[in-house]
């Protein structure tokens, strides 16, 4: 089974810009985690590109 290269997940920048209006909106409890929740997901994506990559 060949593994794919590609990133799982995909944004273009107008999307980027409208979660970052949101982020900045929300209470700062709930910015916090979704920071910490965001982090997550792009370590895990490292981490699997790095795995892929090796």
């Known amino acids: 089974m060949a593994l794919s290269t590609e990133p ?3 944004y273009d920048k107008r999307e980027l810009n409208k979660i970052a ?25 490292l981490d699997e590109i ?3 990559a090796s």
């Open 8 to 10: 799982s997940v995909f």
């Open 50 to 52: 790095r795995r892929v």
């Open 21 to 45: 209006k949101v982020i900045r909106k929300m209470d700062e409890t709930v910015t916090k985690e979704t920071k910490r929740k965001v982090q997550e997901l792009a370590q895990r994506e």
